[in-house]
């Protein structure tokens, strides 16, 4: 829905990506946004049930749709490596609310401080607020987080470093 503030979540639909939390955070909020939870799994006809909204799976070209209509990107995993849809998320600019868990710290940076602690509600609770009500997300953190992806994460730099790898290692191999 246009008129409507989206706390969007994308992802496996079970409790280690922390989705219960997140429903009962939207639900103890007095001026919720609406939630979108993008996947399907075991969990899926519980978050339903909460009247949230569950897309189920979605191609993945089309996961970008869902992040550009969100005004909050949600992923409260308890655990993760390095989360390819938080680097998409930043990529477009969109503000994340991401547990600190796996490599996400080091993605953050200097902004890791905007990252929550898992399994917890009152945390996710409290996130939401002070991006919507206190705009902790300013220009200047998604400029930065959007260069740290584009510097790092980049699949055309990527690629043309691993080759040139590849090119070096077999040289000094021969």
């Not at 955070?25 to 969990?43: H, M, N, R, Y």
């Not at 929550?116 to 220009?139: C, D, G, M, R, V």
């Not at 510097?151 to 077999?170: C, E, I, P, S, W």
Request: hydrophobic share 45%; charged share 20%; proline share 6%.
């Amino acid at each position: 829905p246009l008129d409507q503030r989206l706390a969007v979540f994308v992802g496996r639909l079970v409790r280690e990506k922390g989705i219960f939390e997140l429903s009962e955070a939207i639900e103890s909020l007095k001026e919720p946004p609406t939630a979108v939870f993008v996947g399907d799994g075991p969990a899926k006809s519980m978050i339903m049930q909460k009247g949230h909204i569950v897309t189920g799976q979605v191609p993945n070209h089309k996961v970008r749709d869902y992040l550009l209509a969100a005004d909050l990107f949600v992923l409260p995993s308890y655990s993760e490596g390095m989360p390819t849809v938080v680097i998409e998320a930043l990529a477009l600019r969109v503000p994340v609310i991401c547990t600190d868990v796996g490599g996400v710290a080091s993605l953050f940076g200097k902004h890791q401080h905007l990252l929550i602690k898992p399994k917890s509600a009152q945390a996710l609770a409290e996130a939401i607020t002070l991006y919507e009500h206190e705009q902790i997300w300013k220009p200047e953190v998604a400029d930065d987080l959007y260069e740290t992806v584009q510097a790092q994460f980049d699949a055309g730099k990527n690629a043309k470093a691993l080759h040139h790898q590849y090119l070096t290692v077999m040289k000094t191999s021969v």
